[in-house]
């Protein structure tokens, strides 16, 4: 996983409400073990026609949204099957974030676990951040919880065990790990002997 500090990107936005993880990564691509290799296929259904011709209406095939990394869309996006193919599919494409109105809680938390910033702001904020010009860049300070364009600054919230993580680039693991001493100490005084 990636450190998110302070980002910048350019936004695409796609403000469907109830985008499902179907409609992220449809089922019929999720036979990979890696978590690479998805991106080809997010949003499929949108992205390609029925002889997998690029859809010159859908806005990830805008010319000028090529270089997009931030995704703003609109209300409970992930909704739908639990997979998490759906974030590896978001972060294989090159998104670093998502400002969404809210999320499905299981798509919030594997986006957390994965290094993609799930951000919650309200449809006045994204309705602003809409009308972004496509290469103009915006800026995500994880830090201070602050979304800035060059004309509008927009606060956001974030648990703060989830920012740590997100901040310091850490997984469950790595903060499994760090108490490893704690572990062995306890596995030491309560290991069953052998007979």
Known sequence: MKEF????????????????????????????IE????????FDEWRYDDNRA?????????????NASILL????????????HAVWALIDYGFRAIIAGSYSD?????????????????????KILEQVQPNELVTIDL???????????????????IKHKLVNALDDIQITLGYLAE?????NVHTTPVI
Request: overall charge negative; proline content about 8%; charged content about 20%.
């Open 5 to 32: 500090t302070t980002y910048q990107g350019e936004l695409v936005p796609i403000m469907n409400d109830n985008i499902d993880t179907d409609q992220i990564i449809p089922k019929v691509y999720l036979k990979r």
């Open 183 to 187: 572990i062995e100490a306890y596995e």
């Open 54 to 66: 690029t859809n010159p209406d859908f806005p990830l095939n805008f010319p000028q949204h090529s």
């Open 73 to 84: 869309t609109g209300d409970n996006f992930g909704s739908g099957s639990s997979r998490e």
């Open 143 to 161: 830090p201070n919880q602050i979304v800035s364009t060059a004309d509008s600054k927009f606060h956001f919230n974030i648990d703060s065990t």
């Open 106 to 126: 299981i798509f919030y938390m594997n986006a957390t676990k994965n290094g993609l910033l799930p951000i919650v702001l309200p449809l006045e904020d994204r």
């Open 35 to 42: 978590k690479t290799g998805f991106g080809e296929f997010l």
